[in-house]
Antibody, heavy 120, light 109 residues
Framework: DGLLLESGGDLIQPGGSLRLSCAAS????????ISWVRQAPGKGLEWVSA????????YYADPVKGRFTISRDNSKGTVYLQMNSLRAEDTAVYYC?????????????WGQGTMVSVSS | EIVMTQSPVTLSVSPGERATLSCRAS??????LAWYHQKPGQAPRLLIY???TRATGIPARFSGSGSGTEFTLTISSLQSEDSGVYYC???????????FGQGTKLEIK
């Protein structure tokens, strides 16, 4: 069925940096596109970034473009989200999610989420 | 960017009754629409993709319809575990990215 497990969330000051990790198991990782989706407290879902299975294609939502970088290590079955110049509005639960089959496609596997709080 | 608008914002329905949730896209998205269900403190769960295809393990009481810009999720014979927030998502306009509706909160009376 597949599992995703996020880690790396923390309380960080504005302007700081953080790297999130998403460890995958139970499915063909290297052929699967993975996205990060965030949810601010009490709010809806917001797509943040995506990476293709081979890592050649990376995509970003406008609010994070130029500040966040998505990458993956297929040998480790892990996707990363490097977040720089963090702002208060980046405060959210960050989920990683696997696309169902071929991009673009909805997300059939989600992690449990990791909390990022940006505050002084 | 394609804007997804869901209605109603909240819905209260009795157990055993039917719930109808709507999602409208600001541009035509063919049938590239998914529905998710999220319970408090949990990650979303995929219910429907391609507007009307149930995801693996989803009960038959969940059904989706629509194409173009107007979509509907119907939950027949509501059960207590169906409470939570339902989101629609378009995946037609790619790139630049996916967009979600703002959600419909479903309460079971």
């Amino acid at each position: 069925d597949g599992l995703l497990l996020e880690s790396g969330g923390d309380l960080i000051q504005p302007g700081g940096s953080l790297r999130l990790s998403c460890a995958a198991s139970g499915f063909s990782f290297s052929t699967s596109a993975i996205s990060w989706v965030r949810q601010a407290p009490g709010k809806g879902l917001e797509w943040v970034s995506a990476i293709s299975g081979n890592g050649a294609g990376t995509y970003y939502a406008d609010p994070v473009k130029g500040r966040f970088t998505i990458s993956r290590d297929n040998s480790k079955g892990t996707v990363y989200l490097q977040m720089n110049s963090l702002r208060a509005e980046d405060t959210a639960v960050y989920y990683c999610a696997k696309e169902r089959r071929y991009s673009p496609d909805p997300f059939d596997i989600w992690g449990q989420g990791t909390m990022v709080s940006v505050s002084s | 960017e394609i804007v997804m608008t869901q209605s109603p914002v909240t819905l209260s329905v009795s157990p055993g009754e039917r719930a109808t949730l709507s999602c409208r896209a600001s541009q035509h998205i063919i049938s590239n629409l998914a529905w998710y269900h999220q319970k408090p403190g949990q990650a979303p769960r995929l219910l429907i993709y391609s507007a009307s295809t149930r995801a693996t393990g989803i009960p038959a009481r969940f059904s989706g319809s629509g194409s173009g810009t107007e979509f509907t999720l119907t939950i027949s014979s509501l059960q207590s575990e169906d409470s939570g927030v339902y989101y629609c998502q378009q995946y037609n306009n790619w790139p630049p990215g996916y967009t979600f509706g703002q959600g419909t909160k479903l309460e079971i009376k």
